[in-house]
C-alpha cells in the first residue's frame, strides 16, 4: 500500500536554528514522484520540490535542501537558518497512480 | 499566467443545506482533481476529470457528493444535505496529462464551515 508517514506532528526552534523535517514513504511502484509542500495560515499548498524515484541527489535551494535515501524510503527536508516566515504546515507526498497521496504534515514554529 | 481558481473562498452553511463549489483550472490542463482537507491532516483525493470524462472517486466521495466538468474546462463539486463533518477545505488541482512527473497545481481551496 501507498503510505506517508510523517512522525513529527509539531515542531517549534528559534529563528536561526536549522530544523529537519522528517518523511518516510511506502510503495509498491519502482517508479513514482515524492513531493515537499509548504502550507502557510491561509491555506494554500505551495509547491517546493519534486523529486523522482532515479534521481537520488541531494537538492539545495536557498536554505531549503532535501535528501532522498531510497534505500531507507526517506525523503527528508532541511530548513538552514530558520525564520520566522518559515512558521507553516509542511506535507510530504507520493504520486500513486494519478493521485497525490500525502502525510498528514508537520506544524513547524519558527520563534522569533 | 492564471493559476487555478476557486469560488467561493469561504462558505458557511447550515447542516442539511445543499453547497455548490466552482474551480476553474489552469486553461490548458486536461486533468482536473477535487481533495478533501480536514483539521489537522493532508489532502485526500476525491475524484479526477479528464476533460468531461470523471474517471476515478474515492470511497470518501459518498452519494451526498457529485462533482461535474461538463466541458472540460471548469468543474463544480456539489455537497447535498451538509453534515458537520463535511467542515473541510476543499482544495481543486490540475495538470496536463502529457507530463510525466504528476506535479499538480493547486488552487487556493474553499473552506466550507457547516453549522
Known amino acids: 500500500a501507498q503510505k506517508v508517514t510523517q512522525a513529527q506532528t509539531e515542531i517549534s526552534v528559534v529563528e536561526k536554528e536549522d530544523v529537519t523535517l522528517d518523511c518516510v514513504y511506502e510503495t509498491r511502484d519502482t517508479t513514482y514522484y515524492l513531493f515537499w509542500y509548504k502550507q502557510p495560515p491561509s491555506g494554500e499548498l505551495v509547491f517546493l520540490i519534486r523529486?523522482?524515484?532515479?534521481?537520488?541527489q541531494n537538492e539545495i535551494s536557498g536554505r531549503y535542501s532535501w535528501n532522498f535515501q531510497k534505500s531507507t524510503r526517506s525523503f527528508n527536508f532541511t530548513i538552514t537558518a530558520s525564520q520566522v516566515v518559515d512558521s507553516a504546515v509542511y506535507f510530504c507526498a507520493l504520486t500513486r497512480d494519478d493521485k497525490i497521496i500525502f502525510g498528514k504534515g508537520t506544524r513547524l514554529h519558527i520563534l522569533p | 499566467d492564471t493559476g487555478v481558481s476557486q469560488d467561493p473562498r469561504h462558505k458557511i452553511t447550515k447542516r442539511g443545506q445543499n453547497v455548490t463549489f466552482r474551480c476553474d483550472p489552469i486553461?490548458?490542463?486536461?486533468?482536473l482533481y477535487w481533495y478533501r482537507q480536514t483539521l489537522g491532516q493532508g489532502p485526500e483525493f476525491l475524484t479526477y476529470?479528464?476533460?468531461?470524462?470523471?474517471?476515478?472517486k474515492s470511497r470518501l466521495l459518498s452519494d451526498r457528493f457529485s462533482a461535474e466538468r461538463p466541458k472540460g474546462s471548469f468543474s463544480t463539486l456539489e455537497i447535498q444535505r451538509t453534515e458537520q463533518g463535511d467542515s473541510a477545505m476543499y482544495l481543486c488541482a490540475s495538470r496536463w496529462s502529457g507530463r510525466t512527473d504528476n506535479e499538480q497545481f493547486f488552487g487556493p481551496g474553499t473552506r466550507l464551515t457547516v453549522l
Open positions: 476529470f479528464q476533460n468531461e470524462a470523471q474517471l476515478e
Open positions: 523529486r523522482n524515484s532515479f534521481d537520488e
Open positions: 486553461s490548458e490542463h486536461n486533468r
